[in-house]
């Protein structure tokens, strides 16, 4: 038999177009096509309206309630209490030092983000070691002839990210060094590190706030206090690192023992092994539980309302109470909702490309 | 066709090693002298603890009793000698074990240039000599998802040369690849060979035993039952249970 080579034909027309799609994902049989046709009816009879209180019906200029006449949303409200919103109780002469501690924080990581800028290194190890001392006296104030502002005035949205990018920063090298003890052969690292994760992932985040902010100064000397923030912050941290040591503890767990086989054969020390070899491989295969923790840390952070700090649920609730703007309380809730869902959504979106970029190809067998 | 390259210096030295897993008796009084430019290639049934042996040497597996001795260093609880011994012990893996995050030339830059602080540069141009020498420097940039097994193993050889060892222990360097790239990674360790390096291996490649091996050790159920120059080994086995296991691999 003669073998000749065949040409490659385009796909059937059915296949590719607009119709072809609709086909294929919509309409393919039809069981499916029914279930599209409710699905569709359900969304937008749903969606119809929503968009219309939220976009057309609402009223967005004014100054009091008066101006809310559409019938629709009340934005005047949220617009009226963003600043609240935003800096909490933070003097309002001084909103500008949150703005910069802001700006500068997005820049950099927009820095690190971009992949063509250079010396991403130095920004990153900027961001995380000098980066944190400029924005608490930014915040804090006290130095250079910036106003003290205390903690308790801190507020909004700012308190919110406070917490969440602290306890994000905190908790994720000291969840790495549980994880290592944990797996550590020395079984007196070990057990202090499976003692420690066990009772923090035991215990309800509300709890922890609840001794940080109540118990814990009980036992402190008469006279002595600290910050109240500032416990609530050591609270989160040390709660999160518990979950952080396990999701740690299963992306090490994933790693092929040839890799520390082949690290221990050419002489690399424990923590060299770990810091070139290990940790970056398992560091990427973590990065969805990593995020997924960072991502419940950030909504978590609105817990410390019931320990009298106002991040920006507290500030929200107590908008709500003002008897100017009573019966608007969908709207602060929405407003909320969609400052968190932004945060949230920046980082599953910023773990997916990391994900992909540091893919390098499929060969990770052991 | 047989060159020896031995000297009368003692290179790797087993003395009543022993090991268990648990209850499992692994390796029973192994005793082994092998001599610097020796190459000694070990077979055996699966299970008769060969890779467990090699492993021992570099420390990769813990050895209850006896003494290990390479390059003159007790290999002993001392973890300054453990680490000298891994940086004179070079290991070629089944599974070559690269670093898939790193790119191959990053593969063999990172001992040498941690382990032993060797410049950056140094190191570079030193890797692309032995990456030549494995004749793949033109994968240098890649990573090793993209290479195929023949030239990943040969990039693992590359990335021990980068220390520089004077051991190499190969455990079962080509049971992973497809059969036309054995061929590839037997040339180089064959040429390996010729410089006189000091090799042990584990394999199955008989043609390669008959070739480049001083000496062919057959193990079963964790002992060293026979140990012979290659043609007495392949043409003339003592034991019963060698002749089986020969019969067995060279039958096809």
């Not at chain 1, 939220?54 to 559409?70: K, L, N, Y």
């Not at chain 1, 549980?178 to 797996?183: D, E, N, S, T, V």
């Not at chain 1, 990593?290 to 920006?312: H, P, Q, R, Y």
Request: proline share 5%; with cysteine.
């Amino acid at each position: 038999m003669k073998y000749e080579i065949q040409p490659t034909l385009p796909p059937p027309s059915s296949m590719i177009g607009v119709v072809g799609w609709l086909r294929k994902n919509l309409f393919n049989g039809p069981t499916n096509s029914v279930a599209t046709i409710v699905v569709g009816y359900f969304l937008i009879s749903f969606l119809v309206p929503t968009i219309q209180w939220i976009f057309i019906d609402s009223d967005w200029v004014g100054t009091s309630r008066d101006a809310c006449t559409s019938g629709g949303a009340c934005w005047v409200f949220i617009a009226n209490r963003l600043d609240q919103f935003l800096y909490g109780f933070y003097p309002e002469t001084e909103h500008w030092r949150p703005q910069l501690a802001f700006i500068i924080m997005i820049g950099s990581i927009i820095w690190l983000v971009l992949p063509q800028t250079p010396k991403k290194g130095l920004v990153a190890i900027l961001l995380l070691v000098v980066y944190p001392i400029i924005a608490y006296f930014l915040l804090y104030g006290d130095v250079f002839g910036l106003p003290q502002v205390e903690t308790h005035l801190w507020g909004g949205l700012t308190l919110t990210l406070v917490l969440a990018v602290v306890g994000i920063v905190a908790s994720l090298p000291l969840g790495i060094v549980l994880a290592l003890g944990r797996q550590s052969d020395m079984p007196i690292v070990k057990s202090v590190c499976v003692t420690f994760i066990e009772i923090w992932r035991g215990v309800p985040l509300i709890t922890v706030l609840f001794m940080a902010s109540v118990m814990l100064p009980l036992f402190f000397p008469e006279g002595m206090s600290f910050d109240k923030l500032l416990r609530a912050l050591i609270g989160i941290t040390l709660f999160q690192s518990a979950y952080m040591a396990e999701v740690i503890r299963g992306g090490l767990q994933a790693i092929p023992k040839g890799q520390y086989e082949a690290a221990d054969a050419l002489g690399l020390g424990y923590w060299q092994k770990m810091i070139l070899v290990i940790m970056p491989q398992a560091l990427k295969l973590m990065i969805p539980g990593i995020v997924n923790t960072f991502i419940a840390l950030f909504k978590d952070t609105s817990l410390v309302l019931i320990i009298g700090l106002f991040d920006v649920l507290a500030i929200g609730q107590a908008a709500n109470q003002d008897p100017d703007w009573i019966g608007y309380s969908t709207e602060s809730y929405l407003f909320i909702a969609l400052l968190f869902w932004v945060f949230c959504f920046s980082m599953s979106r910023y773990s997916q490309h990391l994900e992909k970029k540091l893919h390098t190809g499929h060969g990770n067998r052991a | 066709m047989n060159h020896s390259h031995a000297t009368d210096k003692l290179m790797v030295e087993l003395r009543d090693l022993n090991k268990w897993y648990g209850e499992f008796h692994v390796l029973k009084n192994i005793n082994l002298e092998v001599k610097q430019g020796e190459k000694i290639v070990i077979c055996g049934p699966s299970g008769s603890g060969k890779s467990t042996m090699i492993r021992c040497i570099n420390h990769l597996e813990e050895h209850q009793k006896g003494d290990i001795i390479v390059n003159d260093i007790p290999l002993n609880e001392d973890i300054k000698n453990i680490e000298a011994i891994r940086k004179d012990v070079g290991m070629v893996f089944q599974h070559f074990n690269l670093f898939p995050h790193l790119t191959v030339l990053e593969n063999c830059v990172l001992a040498p240039i941690w382990v032993k602080k060797m410049p950056r540069k140094e190191a570079e141009a030193q890797a692309m000599e032995l990456l030549e020498r494995v004749k793949i420097p033109d994968q240098a940039l890649k990573y090793p998802g993209q290479l195929s097994g023949g030239q990943q193993q040969r990039v693992a050889i590359a990335r021990s040369l980068c220390m520089n060892p004077d051991v190499m222990l190969f455990d079962e360097p080509t049971s992973a690849l497809d059969p036309e790239m054995i061929k590839e990674v037997l040339d180089v360790m064959i040429e390996l060979a010729n410089e006189g390096m000091t090799m042990l291996c584990v394999t199955h490649e008989m043609g390669f035993a008959k070739t480049v091996a001083d000496r062919v050790i057959f193990m079963d159920g964790g002992q060293i039952v026979e140990e012979n120059e290659p043609h007495e080994f392949f043409n003339n086995p003592q034991h019963e249970r060698t002749q089986l296991f020969l019969s067995q691999i060279l039958q096809h």
